[in-house]
């Protein structure tokens, strides 16, 4: 395919009708480098955020989808978005508001570092539409944080998710991270315990174990043999067990578990289908995630493609081709079946059945054997992971290459 062709599929082809929307927009600079990040970032500078700014109007100015539903969710992800001011926000969000319907209840994200938060900053966020965020706390231990190389501390991440809620923001998200060598496991007991007495709505665990270089097959961070030498990787068994623990204990404290890593107050709305801490990847039903920027990942249909060139290749030319996989009909019958089984109440075994064409036989059988095991628990039509599977799930792919993971569900019990 020629450059130009293939300019042509992802510039002009995407404008398809679709019920749904997800928008992602990345923002690839930081001012440090975490230990465990694995994603491509470049250290902050005013200068190039501003030219990779103009980069990405130019992108969504050219590249859309015409959405015949609403504009469910989106999300500015890095990186460290939180850096942007407020007017660079605003210009995005115009941008993005020319192109597609927003809705009453868009819910709008800013990843943001606990060092950024300031009561200006965020009333000014909130002025150009930003109605929730996401920060990145990672741990409230001081011993933790210093050894994954995060900048702020635990008083400083409590102040600021204080000073959103003082700021006007209206749904509070914060990642923990746990799982991380030398320290025990139970360490994400005491990190939720913390969480549970802050006003926060929305609580994402994720397992360090998941940025092991040797199972996940991707590049290691930097320190990353620095910090498993002085410790060891944990057994499956003991990180399930420990992911039960949490599960009911954020019960305990007035939280449901609304997908596989995710944790939200019992008494707030969640948008069906919609994982709050990043874009929902839209294999399932008839939505699309477009990802605007360097590294973002859009899903339309069986089509799945990524700009992950370099930072002044993306600013010299936005539009240029990007990485495309297309799936078979078979591959995506399983890949939606991993992202709907994230979120639950997603998974409807009839439709599934329906769907699947060639692999129903396959499915039906797949969907028997988990509930036996006690994987998974119908109610109705649904299918949803118990507390067990959902640890399960969260281990087993968590170490597993990206790729492998629809050939493994489909192997799993078959």
């Not at 990186?79 to 942007?84: D, E, F, K, Y």
């Amino acid at each position: 395919m020629s450059y130009r062709e293939t300019r042509d599929l992802v510039t002009t082809d995407m404008s398809t009708s679709y019920h749904s929307l997800d928008i992602y927009i990345h923002f690839p600079f930081c001012n440090q480098k975490c230990a465990y990040c694995y994603i491509p970032t470049w250290r902050y500078t005013e200068q190039d955020a501003d030219r990779y700014v103009q980069a990405l109007l130019h992108e969504i100015t050219r590249r859309r989808v015409d959405a015949a539903g609403r504009l469910r969710s989106i999300f500015f992800g890095g990186g460290t978005p939180s850096l942007l001011s407020a007017e660079s926000v605003a210009r995005l969000m115009e941008a993005i508001c020319a192109r597609y319907p927003l809705a009453a209840d868009t819910v709008v994200t800013l990843e943001v570092s606990p060092l950024d938060v300031t009561l200006e900053a965020i009333r000014s966020f909130s002025k150009v539409g930003i109605n929730r965020t996401s920060m990145g706390i990672q741990s409230f231990n001081e011993h933790v944080l210093r050894t994954i190389r995060r900048p702020h501390s635990p008083a400083e991440a409590i102040t600021a998710v204080k000073t959103l809620r003082e700021g006007g923001i209206q749904d509070i998200g914060i990642e923990l991270m746990w799982a991380i060598v030398p320290f025990p496991l139970p360490t994400i007991l005491d990190d939720l315990a913390v969480a549970a007495d802050l006003p926060v709505d929305h609580v994402t665990t994720m397992w360090y174990d998941i940025y092991r270089p040797d199972v996940a097959g991707r590049p290691a961070p930097p320190a990353h043999h620095e910090l498993t030498g002085k410790g060891y990787f944990y057994g499956e068994e003991a990180m399930i067990d420990v992911y039960e623990k949490a599960t009911r204990f954020m019960r305990q404290r007035g939280f449901r578990r609304v997908a596989t890593d995710e944790f939200r107050r019992s008494n707030l709305h969640v948008p069906a289908g919609l994982c709050l801490n990043g874009p929902a990847l839209s294999y399932t039903g008839n939505g699309a995630l477009i990802g605007y920027g360097l590294g973002a990942v859009s899903s339309i249909g069986p089509v799945v493609t990524c700009y992950d060139s370099g930072l002044e290749e993306y600013i010299a030319d936005p539009l240029a081709p990007k990485n495309l996989q297309q799936f078979t009909p078979e591959e995506l019958v399983w890949f939606r079946l991993i992202y709907d089984l994230l979120v639950p109440g997603c998974c409807e075994r009839d439709e599934y059945v329906r769907f699947a064409c060639r692999e129903s036989a396959a499915l039906d059988q797949w969907f028997d054997c988990a509930v036996k095991l006690g994987f998974l628990t119908r109610a109705n039509a649904c299918l949803t992971l118990t507390d067990r599977g959902a640890a399960w799930f969260n281990f087993s792919f968590g170490v597993e290459n990206y790729n492998s993971m629809a050939e493994k569900v489909k192997r799993l019990f078959l």
